[in-house]
Nanobody, 118 residues
């Protein structure tokens, strides 16, 4: 079992920055990828960024060039640096982990609210 805890959300003005962190515990050796999802009111949850155990990264087109995902293996944390934030980035952001034996992200954090004011 993997447990994930997000932190770092909050209220920021458009154009500002926030840094989200995801702390993983439990059977972290089984994780092959960690992703950041977000869900805005009335919208489907979408994958924003992901990073593999090997360090490969992927981003949604809507955040490319503005968001950066990184990992600290020693601390079992994954961060999402969000710059040039826009009101449309407002959502609950979730950290998710995918185990080697899974075909999808199967461990989820509780989410952290990000609100960008115009």
């Amino acid at each position: 079992q993997v447990q994930l805890v997000e932190s770092g959300g909050g209220l920021v003005e458009a154009g500002g920055s926030l840094r989200l962190s995801c702390a993983a515990s439990g059977t972290t050796f089984s994780i092959i990828a960690i992703g950041w999802y977000r869900q805005a009111p009335g919208k489907q949850r979408e994958l924003v960024a992901a990073i593999s155990s090997g360090g490969s990264t992927a981003y949604a087109d809507s955040v490319k060039g503005r968001f950066t995902i990184s990992r600290d293996n020693a601390k079992n944390t994954v961060s999402l640096q969000m710059n040039s934030l826009k009101p449309e980035d407002t959502a609950v952001y979730y950290c998710a982990a995918r185990a080697a034996t899974a075909t999808r992200y199967d461990s989820w954090g509780q989410g952290t609210q990000v609100t960008v004011s115009s």
